[in-house]
């Protein structure tokens, strides 16, 4: 069970808007703690998509958004593409798990 | 360019233990906190634990406690996760990360497969 709670999957057509959130709790996102996004495609390592919260990395489309409100946060991609398909991951920290770096369990993002 | 080289795959028998490495090029390594992640297969990303590459000092995932050691040699910039009393579960590809401020992990190594099997 992951401290972060995110869907197991999320589809959409090409082009179309698909978001993803990221539900924690008063002891991470809610504390205030930056929340970090994570593109893992098939067969290779994680890549940052979103890190504090809505900032992208150079290099990363702005089709991609990160949003952050209360004890949730959000990654939205705009403009579906079928390169997207891959599987989604937010991050945080946790000041009750002696200062663990938490994840959700990933979300699969199928383009339909 | 910013690159994080881990070793090769392993196989190891229960109740071994294994010694990841992680080499760090393209930057300041004891400027950085190395952090280890691991992904079971068809699972999701598990956060280990983090050592600073500054002063040594660790930081572990309560799971792995007394179970796992993490060590820098900062005169080939190398970082080590050794897992100790290893089962089945605990086949997984390992990754280092290299940890910025706020806990964002802004550059990856490429894996190591770790295979757990008698």
């Known amino acids: 069970q992951s401290v972060l709670t995110q869907p197991p999957s999320v589809s959409g057509a090409p082009g179309q808007r698909v978001t993803i959130s990221c539900t924690g709790n008063?002891?991470?996102?809610?504390?205030?703690?930056?929340v970090q996004w994570y593109q893992q495609l098939p067969e290779t390592a994680p890549k940052l998509l979103i890190y504090g919260n809505n900032n992208r990395p150079s290099g990363v489309p702005d089709r991609f958004s990160g949003s952050k409100s209360g004890t949730s946060a959000s990654l939205a991609i705009t403009g579906l593409q079928a390169e997207d398909e891959a599987d989604y991951y937010c991050?945080?920290?946790?000041?009750?798990?002696?200062?663990?770096?938490?994840f959700g369990g990933g979300t699969k993002l199928t383009v339909l | 360019q910013v690159q994080l080289v881990q070793s090769g795959a392993e196989v190891k028998k229960p109740g071994a233990s294994v010694k990841l490495s992680c080499k760090a090029s393209g930057y300041s390594f004891t400027t950085y906190v190395i952090t280890w992640v691991r992904q079971a297969p068809g699972q999701g990303l598990e956060w280990m634990g983090c050592i600073s590459a500054s002063n040594g000092i660790t930081k572990f995932a309560q799971k792995f406690q007394g179970r796992v050691t993490m060590t820098t040699d900062t005169s080939t910039n190398t970082a080590y996760m050794e897992l100790r009393s290893l089962t089945s579960d605990d086949t997984a590809v390992y990754y280092c990360?290299?940890?910025?401020?706020?806990?964002?992990?802004?550059?990856w190594g490429q894996g190591t497969l770790v295979t757990v099997s008698s």
């Open positions: 008063s002891s991470n996102i809610g504390a205030g703690y930056d």
């Open positions: 990360a290299r940890e910025q401020i706020s806990a964002r992990f802004d550059y």
């Open positions: 991050q945080s920290y946790d000041s009750s798990l002696s200062g663990s770096r938490v």
